[in-house]
Nanobody, 126 residues
Framework: QVQLVESGGGLVQAGGSLRLSCAASGRTFSSYAMGWFRQAPGKEREFVAA????????SYADSVKGRFTISRDNAKIAVYLQMNSLKPEDTAVYYC???????????????????WGQGTQVTVSS
């Protein structure tokens, strides 16, 4: 079993940066691909980024490509999301999740993820 705890959210002005962290517990962490998702009020949860179990493969939603970077440190059992050039439309609760269905790529579908954190709020003011 994997437990996930996000941190690093907050309030930032448009154009600013934030770095989200997701601390994981569980000896099988390195066998999971990891993903970041977000959910704004009144909207469905959407894919943001994913990283393979080894960290060698990453994928991004078109809306964040070139601005966000996902990374992981299996020794520290953590995954990160560096968010630059933030926009008001990035405002949402951000969740990290663990996926064992596609460990070499990570899935873009929320239903493929087995474990979820509680989320961290990111608010970008204009």
């Amino acid at each position: 079993q994997v437990q996930l705890v996000e941190s690093g959210g907050g309030l930032v002005q448009a154009g600013g940066s934030l770095r989200l962290s997701c601390a994981a517990s569980g000896r099988t962490f390195s066998s999971y691909a990891m993903g970041w998702f977000r959910q704004a009020p009144g909207k469905e949860r959407e894919f943001v980024a994913a990283i393979s179990w080894s960290g060698s493969y990453t994928s991004y939603a078109d809306s964040v490509k070139g601005r966000f970077t996902i990374s992981r440190d299996n020794a520290k059992i953590a995954v990160y999301l560096q968010m630059n050039s933030l926009k008001p439309e990035d405002t949402a609760v951000y969740y990290c999740a663990a996926d064992r269905t596609l460990p070499y790529t990570g899935s873009r579908r929320p239903n493929d993820y087995e474990y979820w954190g509680q989320g961290t709020q990111v608010t970008v003011s204009s």
